[in-house]
Antibody, heavy 121, light 110 residues
């Protein structure tokens, strides 16, 4: 069974940093691309970052460029999101998602339960 | 302001058919596949339709997707109470080099 379990969320002051982790199991982590998607309280979904299976390709949403860094450790089956210079508008539930393959490469076929990040003084 | 446009709400009585639209542009829906996600209250989103009209294993055939030009739609036939949820469309955007989502449509079963 595919499982994605996020951790590392919490309360942080504006301008602070936080590192999110996602532990993957139930599939061969190293052959799948991964993404972070977030959802502000009461709002819709927003894609944040993408990393290819071998980390050679990374994309970031304009809203987080220069502040967030996505990375992965295939040996550990883990995905990370280093978030710096946090702002109030980064407050959201952050979901770890698995990217599809082949013809459905653009789909996010499995999602974790999410971890809440609150940026407030 | 979402790049993809969805109606904020939709509703129907049990057994009815409900359709949700998703409008984009040539850089996203016009040139790439559309995927749909269902988010039940208090839960994480779940992939509902991929590559415009394909259903993952386990998704009832009451759910169907279609795409034409720069628009897509999700249809729910034989609406059931457990279909009450938020539905999101999404696609890769060639110009933005990233994924874009619709604002979401809340479906209510009357």
């Amino acid at each position: 069974e595919v499982q994605l379990v996020e951790s590392g969320g919490g309360l942080v002051q504006p301008g602070g940093s936080l590192r999110l982790s996602c532990a993957a199991s139930g599939f061969t982590f190293g052959i799948y691309s991964m993404n972070w998607v977030r959802q502000a309280p009461g709002k819709g979904l927003e894609w944040v970052s993408y990393i290819s299976s071998g980390s050679s390709t990374i994309y970031n949403a304009d809203s987080v460029k220069g502040r967030f860094t996505i990375s992965r450790d295939n040996a550990k089956g883990s995905l990370y999101l280093q978030m710096n210079s946090l702002r109030a508008e980064d407050t959201a539930v952050y979901y770890c998602t698995r990217g599809g393959t082949g013809s459905y490469w653009s789909a996010f076929d499995y999602w974790g339960q999410g971890t809440l990040v609150t940026v407030s003084s | 302001q979402s790049v993809l446009t969805q109606p904020p709400s939709g509703s129907g009585t049990p057994g009815q058919r409900v359709t949700i639209s998703c409008s984009g542009s040539s850089s996203n829906i016009g040139g790439n596949s559309v995927n749909w996600y269902q988010q039940l209250p208090g839960a994480a989103p779940k992939l509902l339709i991929y590559t415009n009209n394909q259903r993952p294993s386990g998704v009832p055939d009451r759910f169907s997707g279609s795409k034409s030009g720069t628009s897509a739609s999700l249809a729910i036939s034989g609406l059931q109470s457990e279909d009450e949820a938020d539905y999101y469309c999404a696609a890769w955007d060639d110009s933005l080099k990233g994924w874009v989502f619709g604002g979401g449509t809340k479906v209510t079963v009357l």
